[in-house]
């Protein structure tokens, strides 16, 4: 397993960016962040195999995740953030090469960070 954390989360008015940083202690084949709202399931935001990239509909256009393979580093950078947004972001990760249509789901990811907290205000 690897080891990840998670940092940049804090509190941003609606319309507002924030970008998010995950450290892995080493590479690893699928990376993903994933975010859980009180009270609902967690969800998957954006996640990378390779050169294969998906996002959440509900992030689409807003979100872009990136990787410094060089620093073993995941970012998701957050645009036009909405209270909707307002969650606790987590990085996951797997060696395994995941199908695209299974990326952005929990089940398939083995390493979790402690998360990073976003709260997107009205």
């Known amino acids: 397993q690897v080891q990840l954390v998670e940092s940049g989360g804090g509190s941003v008015q609606a319309g507002g960016s924030l970008r998010l940083s995950c450290e892995a202690s080493?590479?690893?084949?699928?990376i993903a962040w994933f975010r859980q709202a009180p009270g609902k399931e967690r969800e998957g935001v954006a996640s990378m195999s390779g050169s294969r990239l998906i996002y959440g509909d509900s992030v689409k256009g807003r979100f872009s995740i990136s990787k410094d393979n060089a620093k073993n580093t995941l970012y998701l950078q957050m645009n036009s953030l909405k209270p909707e947004d307002t969650a606790m972001y987590y990085c996951?990760?797997?060696?395994?090469?995941?199908?695209?249509?299974?990326?952005?789901?929990?089940?398939?990811?083995?390493?979790w960070g402690q998360g990073t907290q976003v709260t997107v205000s009205s």
């Open positions: 080493k590479r690893t084949v699928t």
């Open positions: 996951a990760a797997t060696d395994n090469g995941l199908q695209t249509y299974i990326m952005l789901e929990a089940r398939w990811y083995d390493s």
